[in-house]
């Protein structure tokens, strides 16, 4: 109701045609206005010539590292020469494709779930089907597919498969916590409060220390746990602690009314909450979910600090190669593009995303 | 859920029994049943390890804490060398978080509210300069910005090479250096009395907030004031103030205080990050106040700036503060990543503790109990500060 207040005159107060009136007033309105805009022009020409020159100008493109240490600029032949060390960290060469095609798969996984066109059943099956056959290419099968020790996976697909694999383990996790902090059973209630307030308490560098140190103590003697897995154990533990606040945000949002009408036509508690709660709770909190799964991207290069190779990781060994050693601002600068398209990306895709959920439940 | 009558025993007879099932709720038997397999869970895990402990030959227990640590900290508050107690050293730990986390929520803060302030000033290009800045900073993963803040304070010149900002500050790959206030020859009397002057103005601006009268005219009136008498007492009791300012002696930098690399890179990673994430907080708090109060404000005839300090921000702050809480202690938490770039903080000490000692779980436990208790205090406080604020804004006139 209020969008459209605010979206009409604003639509209409701006007629084409007027850009340049419009672009003079923002820049030159008043005399502080142009103050301001002349020393914010100052400041640019202060950092932009420099950064530019390191950038393009200076930089060397190709060649070896004694080219790049010749030059003032970036090396960008470094990253032509490490890209695949990057991307893929130890992975034997000869079995790249598959790491690759798991980061192809995940990633078409990931433009499936994003289309609104594509949320059925079968996505739900499709998930841990996706997730299976990502870790199937990653680690191999004895016997049929040459076995790859978790130890020389890297880059991209580590980052992918864990962000992906935690996320989806830890929102039904969630799901459960938030009803029960919302139910009216205080022993559960109890539980779940103190499960997330003290998971939201403590930072994630010391749940992966506790996935490294404390984990491998805590199972019965004589078994063991493969680092990754206990990783991503903790962290989905973790991360359902903030996804549960998001999703207990929705139940908040859906009348109290729902409820009691479905418990008029006899339904019990599940029935309700799969049926009438649930489906409305969750679609109100999808873009919340979606910032908080742009978050969890980024945390994700906390892996580095426990020596797993994840993206972050790989890059900063890759400039530690004894023959391209030391050019790490290329390396970062890299994969915060990586980053950064992730982020930006998906940021874009959350405030659509509400404003199409928005309209339909306006219509 | 609404069908407690079936499932609630019924206590017929009221009083604390009754009170208790009705408040534990339905299904009790259920509940308790929960409640024990989380305990039985907890104590398989905590046997286990006391057993594989016991394996490894270490037995469990705090007495680590009295015994000599081994290692060095590149930097603390308080004064600590090898040999000293792993408790001493959790502590110094401790203190530089803090040290670093109140730093870096006053600069975020500052440095927050001034891009929020431009994001909303109306001039384009400063906004849409604001506008990229936040989304690079917010899209990109904290710790590489840490290890490219790292990288830059390392590949910084030598100190006779330092950069130098306004003559006051050096920044050099052996730390930034910059300068610093000193205080000498201030008798005992002199110091009481600055206490007291100080202890005065801050019950004045604390009462005048109670009954409103805080405006900024009075604020700074008795402000000044308090500065005059602190001078005063300065100059009668002799005492020498001096700001130090660093200063190239030889190959190093003398005078002014100095921040090591690791410490002024986790200081500006966190502060440019965090800044970002105020500043967004701090514009959406704006915007919440709807247009008509501007409006109503400009009927009643008030300029702009007390239409902002008496009608917009007050109810701005009502939106700002609970988020800014969240940010403080996000940064808190965040502040933990300095273990990956090598500043010596809680997490970096007790890592390290864990390693040295094997007593991985104690340590992790006092790491977790600690965090906890920050966490707790400063919700404390923030909601202290958030109820005076809403208080006052919806009590009836």
Same mark, same amino acid.
């Given at each position: 109701?209020?969008?459209?207040?605010?979206?009409?005159?604003?639509?209409?107060?701006?007629?084409?045609?007027?850009?340049?009136?419009?672009?003079?007033?923002?820049?030159?309105?008043?005399?502080?206005?142009?103050?301001?805009?002349?020393?914010?022009?100052?400041?640019?020409?202060?950092?932009?010539?420099?950064?530019?020159?390191?950038?393009?100008?200076?930089?060397?493109?190709?060649?070896?590292?004694?080219?790049?240490?010749?030059?003032?600029?970036?090396?960008?032949?470094?990253?032509?020469?490490?890209?695949?060390? %990057? +991307?893929? @960290?130890?992975?034997?060469?000869? &079995?790249? *494709?598959?790491?690759?095609? =798991?980061? #192809?798969?995940?990633? $078409? /996984?990931?433009?499936?779930?994003?289309?609104?066109?594509?949320?059925?059943?079968?996505?739900?099956?499709?998930?841990?089907?996706?997730?299976?056959?990502?870790?199937?290419?990653?680690?191999?099968?004895?016997?049929?597919?040459?076995?790859?020790?978790?130890?020389?996976?890297?880059?991209?697909?580590?980052?992918?498969?864990?962000?992906?694999?935690?996320?989806?383990?830890?929102?039904?996790?969630?799901?459960?916590?938030?009803?029960?902090?919302?139910?009216?059973?205080?022993?559960?209630?109890?539980?779940?409060?103190?499960?997330?307030?003290?998971?939201?308490?403590?930072?994630?560098?010391?749940?992966?220390?506790?996935?490294?140190?404390?984990?491998?103590?805590?199972?019965?003697?004589?078994?063991?746990?493969?680092? %990754? +897995?206990? @990783?991503?154990?903790?962290?989905? &533990?973790? *991360?359902?602690?903030?996804? =549960?606040? #998001?999703?207990?945000? $929705? /139940?908040?949002?859906?009348?109290?009314?729902?409820?009691?009408?479905?418990?008029?036509?006899?339904?019990?508690?599940?029935?309700?909450?799969?049926?009438?709660?649930?489906?409305?709770?969750?679609?109100?909190?999808?873009?919340?979910?979606?910032?908080?799964?742009?978050?969890?991207?980024?945390?994700?290069?906390?892996?580095?600090?426990?020596?797993?190779?994840?993206?972050?990781?790989?890059?900063?060994?890759?400039?530690?190669?004894?023959?391209?050693?030391?050019?790490?601002?290329?390396?970062?600068?890299?994969?915060?593009?990586?980053?950064?398209?992730?982020?930006?990306?998906?940021?874009?895709?959350?405030?659509?995303?509400?404003?199409?959920?928005?309209?339909?439940?306006?219509? | 859920?609404?069908?407690?009558?079936?499932?609630?025993?019924?206590?017929?007879?009221?009083?604390?029994?009754?009170?208790?099932?009705?408040?534990?709720?339905?299904?009790?038997?259920?509940?308790?049943?929960?409640?024990?397999?989380?305990?039985?869970?907890?104590?398989?895990?905590?046997?286990?390890?006391?057993?594989?402990?016991?394996?490894?030959?270490?037995?469990?227990?705090?007495?680590?804490?009295?015994?000599?640590?081994?290692?060095?900290?590149?930097?603390?508050?308080?004064?600590?060398?090898?040999?000293?107690?792993?408790?001493?050293?959790?502590?110094?730990?401790?203190?530089?978080?803090?040290?670093?986390?109140?730093?870096?929520?006053?600069?975020?803060?500052?440095?927050?509210?001034?891009?929020?302030?431009?994001?909303?000033?109306?001039?384009?290009?400063?906004?849409?300069?604001?506008?990229?800045?936040?989304?690079?900073?917010?899209?990109?993963?904290?710790?590489?910005?840490?290890?490219?803040?790292?990288?830059?304070?390392?590949?910084?010149?030598?100190?006779?090479?330092?950069?130098?900002?306004?003559?006051?500050?050096?920044?050099?790959?052996?730390?930034?250096?910059?300068?610093?206030?000193?205080?000498?020859?201030?008798?005992?009397?002199?110091?009481?009395?600055?206490?007291?002057?100080?202890?005065?103005?801050?019950?004045?601006?604390?009462?005048?907030?109670?009954?409103?009268?805080?405006?900024?005219?009075?604020?700074?009136?008795?402000?000044?004031?308090?500065?005059?008498?602190?001078?005063?007492?300065?100059?009668?009791?002799?005492?020498?103030?001096?700001?130090?300012?660093?200063?190239?002696?030889?190959?190093?930098?003398?005078?002014?205080?100095?921040?090591?690399?690791?410490?002024?890179?986790?200081?500006?990673?966190?502060?440019?990050?965090?800044?970002?994430?105020?500043?967004?907080?701090?514009?959406?708090?704006?915007?919440?106040?709807?247009?008509?109060?501007?409006?109503?404000?400009?009927?009643?005839?008030?300029?702009?700036?007390?239409?902002?300090?008496?009608?917009?921000?007050?109810?701005?702050?009502?939106?700002?503060?609970?988020?800014?809480?969240?940010?403080?202690?996000?940064?808190?938490?965040?502040?933990?990543?300095?273990?990956?770039?090598?500043?010596?903080?809680?997490?970096?000490?007790?890592?390290?503790?864990?390693?040295?000692?094997?007593?991985?779980?104690?340590?992790?436990?006092?790491?977790?109990?600690?965090?906890?208790?920050?966490?707790?205090?400063?919700?404390?406080?923030?909601?202290?500060?958030?109820?005076?604020?809403?208080?006052?804004?919806?009590?009836?006139?």
């Amino acid at each position: 109701m209020t969008a459209i207040e605010l979206a009409v005159p604003r639509r209409m107060a701006r007629p084409p045609g007027r850009a340049l009136t419009t672009l003079r007033r923002g820049l030159f309105g008043s005399w502080l206005n142009g103050l301001v805009t002349l020393a914010t022009v100052a400041l640019l020409a202060v950092i932009v010539p420099p950064l530019l020159r390191w950038l393009v100008i200076d930089a060397t493109w190709s060649g070896s590292a004694a080219d790049c240490r010749a030059g003032d600029g970036a090396c960008w032949a470094f990253i032509a020469a490490k890209i695949r060390f %990057i +991307l893929l @960290a130890f992975y034997p060469a000869e &079995l790249q *494709w598959r790491p690759v095609l =798991a980061c #192809v798969l995940m990633l $078409g /996984l990931l433009a499936a779930t994003a289309l609104p066109r594509f949320w059925r059943r079968e996505l739900a099956i499709a998930w841990p089907a996706v997730i299976a056959a990502c870790w199937l290419l990653m680690a191999g099968l004895p016997g049929l597919i040459a076995p790859v020790s978790s130890n020389q996976w890297g880059g991209l697909p580590v980052t992918l498969i864990i962000w992906a694999v935690c996320f989806a383990s830890a929102l039904p996790l969630a799901v459960l916590l938030a009803l029960a902090r919302r139910s009216n059973m205080a022993g559960l209630r109890l539980l779940s409060v103190a499960y997330i307030e003290l998971m939201r308490g403590i930072p994630m560098v010391a749940i992966l220390y506790f996935a490294m140190l404390i984990l491998p103590m805590a199972l019965p003697a004589g078994q063991s746990m493969d680092k %990754i +897995l206990r @990783a991503i154990i903790m962290i989905a &533990l973790f *991360w359902a602690a903030y996804i =549960a606040e #998001v999703v207990r945000g $929705g /139940l908040q949002a859906v009348p109290e009314g729902q409820r009691e009408a479905a418990a008029t036509l006899g339904l019990g508690y599940w029935r309700i909450m799969q049926l009438v709660v649930l489906p409305q709770a969750l679609r109100v909190v999808i873009p919340g979910l979606v910032n908080q799964a742009i978050g969890f991207l980024l945390a994700t290069s906390l892996l580095a600090v426990i020596g797993i190779f994840d993206l972050l990781n790989a890059a900063k060994a890759s400039a530690a190669d004894p023959s391209w050693l030391g050019f790490y601002d290329e390396a970062y600068l890299v994969v915060a593009a990586i980053y950064f398209a992730f982020g930006y990306g998906g940021s874009r895709y959350s405030l659509w995303l509400e404003r199409r959920l928005h309209r339909e439940r306006r219509d | 859920m609404t069908d407690d009558s079936k499932t609630v025993p019924a206590f017929a007879k009221a009083g604390p029994l009754r009170d208790f099932a009705a408040w534990w709720g339905p299904r009790p038997l259920a509940q308790v049943a929960v409640f024990l397999a989380v305990i039985a869970l907890f104590y398989m895990l905590a046997s286990n390890t006391v057993a594989s402990m016991a394996r490894i030959g270490i037995s469990p227990g705090f007495g680590f804490l009295d015994r000599a640590a081994n290692f060095e900290i590149g930097e603390s508050p308080i004064a600590f060398g090898a040999g000293d107690t792993y408790a001493r050293a959790i502590l110094a730990g401790l203190l530089n978080t803090f040290k670093v986390a109140a730093l870096g929520c006053v600069l975020a803060t500052v440095l927050g509210v001034a891009l929020g302030v431009a994001r909303l000033s109306g001039n384009l290009l400063l906004s849409g300069l604001v506008r990229w800045y936040v989304e690079i900073v917010r899209n990109t993963p904290l710790l590489l910005q840490l290890f490219l803040w790292v990288a830059l304070a390392h590949a910084l010149p030598g100190p006779r090479q330092a950069l130098v900002l306004f003559d006051a500050v050096f920044l050099t790959n052996r730390g930034v250096f910059v300068p610093r206030p000193v205080v000498d020859g201030l008798p005992a009397w002199g110091m009481a009395t600055v206490v007291l002057v100080l202890g005065a103005w801050i019950v004045h601006l604390w009462s005048g907030r109670r009954r409103a009268t805080n405006t900024p005219r009075r604020v700074l009136v008795s402000g000044v004031a308090t500065f005059i008498a602190l001078a005063a007492i300065l100059l009668l009791a002799g005492a020498r103030v001096a700001v130090e300012v660093p200063a190239l002696a030889g190959f190093n930098i003398r005078g002014g205080a100095s921040l090591t690399p690791e410490f002024a890179a986790l200081l500006a990673g966190l502060t440019v990050k965090f800044s970002a994430a105020i500043s967004e907080v701090v514009r959406a708090g704006i915007l919440s106040v709807r247009a008509g109060q501007w409006e109503a404000g400009r009927a009643l005839g008030l300029r702009d700036g007390q239409i902002m300090w008496r009608v917009v921000l007050p109810q701005a702050l009502r939106v700002i503060t609970p988020l800014t809480t969240s940010n403080y202690l996000d940064l808190i938490k965040d502040s933990s990543l300095a273990v990956a770039i090598g500043y010596p903080d809680l997490v970096s000490i007790v890592n390290t503790t864990a390693n040295t000692t094997g007593q991985a779980f104690e340590a992790l436990l006092i790491l977790i109990l600690v965090y906890l208790a920050i966490n707790l205090g400063v919700s404390a406080l923030m909601n202290l500060y958030n109820r005076r604020i809403a208080l006052r804004g919806e009590a009836p006139a």
